[in-house]
């Protein structure tokens, strides 16, 4: 299976911060088909994951643009330019490139 | 607009079976796959495996080949989880999510205990 190394584990930022989470894969992620089909996902405590990036570096529906995505092969990052409050909880890539789909182990973002 | 809407919590004695539903509205329910995620309390988010819905095939993840099973009524628009000879370490959250999983469900809480 495709392992999926998230860093940090825990990120601690204050308000109008900017940060990166890094994700790493076992495997390179490209596709026969030419995508790479690696997400990013934000859970709020008490909350369904949010999908906020979609084929590394795609901006879902109605995420802010303060959230951004780049990558390729198997290093993959996630920034976030200008933390908000409601920025704040557990991160997760996945992909889905290769059967069975796999997650990361979660990055929780905190306030410092 | 679309929503996926899950069956409430459950709680259960090891050994017993369930059945959670996962209703689908706001699209042709038969034009996207829909998967399955398991979250124990207080850990990451687990891939179970997803279902076609236009066939009915599903695809399971090792860990949930044994147990498990997807199945769908198409007629309603709803997905289904069922878990088999429930085990203590079957207590977690169960998601179901639309391809490509920009839809979730709310998450269905299932506590098994004796």
């Known amino acids: 299976d495709v392992v999926l190394t998230q860093t940090p584990s825990i990120l601690s930022a204050t308000i109008g911060q900017s940060v990166s989470i890094s994700c790493r894969s076992s495997q390179s992620l490209l596709d026969s088909d030419g995508n790479t089909y690696l997400y990013w996902f934000l859970q709020r405590p008490g909350q369904s994951p949010q999908r906020l990036i979609y084929?590394?570096?795609n901006l879902g529906s109605g995420v802010p643009n303060r959230f951004s995505g780049s990558g390729s092969g198997t290093d993959f990052t996630l920034k976030i330019s200008g933390v908000e409050a409601e920025d704040l909880g557990v991160y997760y890539c996945m992909q889905a490139t290769h059967a069975p789909y796999t997650f990361g182990a979660g990055t929780k973002l905190e306030l410092k | 607009q679309i929503q996926l809407v899950q069956s409430g919590p459950e709680l259960k004695k090891p050994g017993e079976s369930l059945k959670i539903s996962c209703k689908a509205s706001?699209?042709?329910?038969?034009?996207?796959?829909m998967q399955w995620v398991k979250q124990a309390p207080g850990k990451g988010l687990q891939y179970m495996g997803w279902i076609n819905t236009q066939t009915g095939k599903p695809t399971y993840a090792d860990d949930f080949k044994e147990r498990f099973v997807f199945s769908l009524e198409t007629s309603a628009s709803t997905a289904y989880l069922q878990i088999n000879n429930l085990k203590n370490e079957d207590t977690a959250t169960y998601f179901c999510?639309?391809?490509?999983?920009?839809?979730w469900g709310q998450g269905t809480l299932v506590t098994v205990s004796s």
């Open positions: 706001g699209y042709t329910f038969t034009d996207y796959a």
């Open positions: 999510a639309r391809v490509p999983l920009a839809y």
């Open positions: 084929l590394v570096s």
